[in-house]
């Protein structure tokens, strides 16, 4: 078949890479990709929310499955836009409708959602101008650090998380002020969940469900957690205390009341659920829900991954995921992803990079990388990933650091504590 995948992140090149290597692949592309896309598929320069330009490049090129890589065009409907055009709504594609998708594109929408059924989460309050009164009466009554969280998407900037309940208050009428236009008219004050993250990822058609391996992210552009958030600065997979006993707790109070939770509320789910959970003293708390993978937890999940995973994205598009098996590799992944002199603030795009043609283990992928000629410069804050795989996590560290080794630019930057907290453990 022919497929498209809709991106041009770290994310993308590792789906487009996984997608590649299944027999069932004729023709690939990314629109837009990278300058690491285009060795595994053909790139079409079309942004991710251009609806009407994918549509045409889509029949042009007899697409058959379309896979969608971030949120964005998600929130933004793509899915109803095919569904709605004549020509196009036969195409199949992963990734959910509009309604799905405001389980990452509202946190109002996404809490209540787990309240009504049953998921455990931070209690909470949301608030909007009208009852800011009420807000600074749940911050008094909840005990610090106090969670601030925009309702609406904010670039991974909307959530404030600070002891000081002064800030908090502050924070809570700047936010309703219009600090993140619309998507902060509403405020979501949250409990904050003591414990470990992780990121759990599910692939569904609505009924049936496959989980994916699990991975923890490192969100902190600093060495130990330190410094401001980013998309994700690492990745490793497997994660040691996602023991059997801790994901059978995942599967039976989180992942099963959200695919029934999403079936009685009659959204037709087809894509993945990516579950960031809170483990509290061995329980799991939702923390939020995303509606695409993870960037960077695909470039250590893909790699994982044993079965042929068009396969089973095609399934999924069809509603026939019950006939899949998903198998994995017991090996371990891990990856660093290395980011321009400045980001998460403002930082420059175009430096020249070099080592790109190495003689790498494991996998490097591309994220902020454009062809400028001869050339491959940087383009984005994160700029590649590199994976590496081993029996353990030292030995892929081994990889992905090695590669590093081989790579340049001005700025360059990594984290080079990726895994340490889990092999302190
Ligand atoms: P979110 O955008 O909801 O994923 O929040 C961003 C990050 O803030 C999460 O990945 C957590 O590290 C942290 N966070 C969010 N909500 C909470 C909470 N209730 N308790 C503790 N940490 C939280
Ligand atoms: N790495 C976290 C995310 O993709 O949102």
Sequence with gaps: MNV????AGGREHALAWKIK??????????????????????NLAIGVNDFEELGKAVLEHEVQLVVVGPEEPLVKGIRNYFASNESLKDVLMVGP?????????????????????????????????????????????????????????????????TEDIKEAEDSLKVMLDGQFGAASSKVLIEEYLHGIELSVFVLTDGKSYMTLPEAKDYKRIGEGDTGPNTGGMGAVSPVSFADEA????????????????????????????????????????VIEY????????????????????????????????????LTIKTETATTVVAVAQGYPGSYEKGRVMSGLDADFKGIVFHAGTTQKGEEIVT??????????????????????YGNLQSISWDGMNFRKDIGQDLLAL
């Design 21 to 42: 290597q299944s027999s069932k692949c004729d023709n690939l592309f990314v629109a837009p990709g990278n300058a690491g896309t285009s060795a595994v598929a053909e």
């Design 97 to 161: 409708d509009e309604v799905g998708a405001q389980l990452e594109g509202s946190k109002d929408f996404s809490k209540a959602f787990m309240v009504r059924n049953n998921i455990p989460t931070a209690g909470s309050l949301t608030v909007t101008a009208d009852s800011l009164a009420e807000g600074i009466k749940f911050l008094s009554k909840v005990e610090a650090p106090y969670v601030l969280k925009a309702d609406g998407l904010a670039a991974g900037k909307g959530v404030i998380i």
């Design 290 to 325: 995303n509606v695409r993978m993870g960037d960077p937890e695909t470039e250590v999940v893909m790699p994982r991954i044993e079965s042929d995973f068009l396969s089973h994205l095609e399934a999924a598009a069809k509603k026939e995921l019950h006939n899949e098996q």
């Design 4 to 7: 498209l995948v809709i991106g």
């Design 379 to 400: 383009n984005g804050g994160r700029v590649i990933a590199s994976t590496g795989l081993g029996s353990d996590i030292q030995s892929a560290l081994d990889q992905s």
């Design 246 to 285: 801790f994901m059978k707790k995942v599967e039976d109070k989180v992942i099963k009341p959200t695919v029934d939770g999403l079936q009685s509320d009659g959204i037709d789910f087809i894509g993945f659920l990516f579950i960031g959970l809170m483990n509290v003293k061995g329980e799991p708390y």
